[in-house]
Every structure is written in structure tokens, then in C-alpha cells.
């Protein structure tokens, strides 16, 4: 029996879509708990990332930063802050946010770093502020790169975040879980398919905010 046999046959089954362990409530806790890791991850690493960016210091700590958060295993991680801390959400989102931070500022830094310095120079020349510059000249054209490092922070996330299953929270890597422990390999093949499929789906959108977001000349520059 192949993967797609365990795949068709995971979604055939009506068990599957209702009830606390129906896939729209496991697709809703994963999403949940995505969600809320990359606004943790983002609120940290853009504003960290722009004021760097902006001032051209800190790159080569930036730098050490994003290969340390890289290197350390999520898993791991994981364990380590469900030992010290207990259940919970705090020890999911520990590592999901170590996880996401690093592309996000690092990222978002060369983007800024990457603005060309012409219109900046004259909008300083013209009396503009540092915040008028960082937000008016500099962050509309490195947008796309910014919103770049967030997709692929959001892809890491969403792929990652089935390690909440390990203590016993919720989202699609309880089929994974559960199904691996019971021998159900119809529930593995299925939250697997969720999860690559939960992970297009964020590329779709990321694709539709850029549209929206970025100017038109912007895109065209890029």
C-alpha cells in the first residue's frame, strides 16, 4: 500500500472530520499556535532588525545571533522547557519563536541595509527625521525582502509547530503522534499531507499580502 492509498483513505473517513480530533479542530489549534509564534517572533526580530538596518551597526552580532538560533534543535528545546517549566504553551512557543526569529532579523536587516542610500541621503538633505526615513523612504522599498523573511519564518513554523503534540498539546502533529504510537499509518500519511498542505497554503498567502503591500514600482525594481 503506497502513501496516497494512506492519504485518501485518512480523508474518506468521515471519524476524521468532526469531534475534538476532526481535522478542522486540529487544523485551528496548529493555526492557532502558528499564529501566535510568528507575532511573538516578528514582534522581536523587526524592530531589532529595522534599527539595525537603519543605523548599519550590529550586523556582525546579528549575525552570531541567527547561527546560534539556527543550531540549537528545536526538539531539544523543546524538552529542555517542558523539564523546567511544565505543560503549557510557554514550552511549545519558546522554540518555535528561537526557531523563527533569526530570518526574520537578519532579513530584515540586509533589507534595509540593501535600500539605496540616494533618496535616503536626500530625504536627510530635505530635513527628514530618522523615523520619517526608516518608515517613508527606506521600509517601502525593502518590504519585499522583509516580508521574505517572515514567509520563510511562517513556512518553519508551521512545518515545526507538530513538536507540540510531544506534550500532549494539540494541532496536526497529533496524527503524527498518535498515529505513529498506534500504528495508524492512515493518521501519519494524513497529518503529514495537512501539514504540507497548511504550509502551501501560508506560501499563498504570503503571496497575496506582497501583491497587496508592495508598490507596484517596487516589484517592478525587483
Known amino acids: 500500500m503506497n502513501v496516497l492509498h494512506f492519504v485518501n483513505a485518512f480523508f474518506s473517513d468521515g471519524a476524521h472530520w468532526q469531534g475534538y480530533d476532526g481535522i478542522p479542530t486540529r487544523l485551528a489549534e496548529h493555526i492557532r499556535y502558528s ?9 522581536i526580530g523587526l524592530p531589532v532588525g529595522l534599527l539595525t538596518g537603519h543605523y548599519g551597526r550590529g550586523g556582525n552580532t546579528l549575525a552570531l545571533i541567527a547561527t546560534a538560533g539556527r543550531a540549537l534543535p528545536s526538539f531539544g528545546l523543546l524538552v529542555l522547557m517542558f523539564i523546567l517549566l511544565g505543560f503549557g504553551m510557554v514550552p511549545v512557543m519558546i522554540p518555535l519563536v528561537v526557531l523563527a526569529v533569526p530570518p526574520i532579523l537578519v532579513t ?51 512545518s515545526t509547530a507538530t513538536i507540540a503534540a510531544y506534550v500532549s498539546l494539540g494541532g496536526l502533529g497529533r496524527y503524527i503522534i498518535d498515529g505513529l504510537y498506534q500504528r495508524d499509518y492512515e493518521k501519519v500519511a494524513g497529518g503529514a499531507a495537512l501539514v504540507a498542505v497548511l504550509a502551501l497554503a501560508t506560501l499563498a498567502v504570503f503571496w497575496a499580502v506582497a501583491r497587496a503591500a508592495v508598490s507596484p514600482g517596487v516589484r517592478r525594481g525587483g
Do not use: K, N
Open 35 to 43: 499564529l501566535l509564534a510568528l507575532v511573538l517572533a516578528a514582534a
Open 108 to 158: 530584515t536587516y540586509e533589507a534595509v541595509r540593501s535600500v539605496d542610500p540616494s533618496p535616503v541621503d536626500a530625504a536627510r538633505g530635505m530635513g527628514m527625521g530618522e523615523s520619517r526615513i526608516l518608515f517613508h523612504v527606506e521600509l517601502p522599498v525593502a518590504l519585499p525582502l522583509i516580508l521574505g523573511g517572515l514567509r520563510s519564518a511562517a513556512i518553519q513554523i508551521v
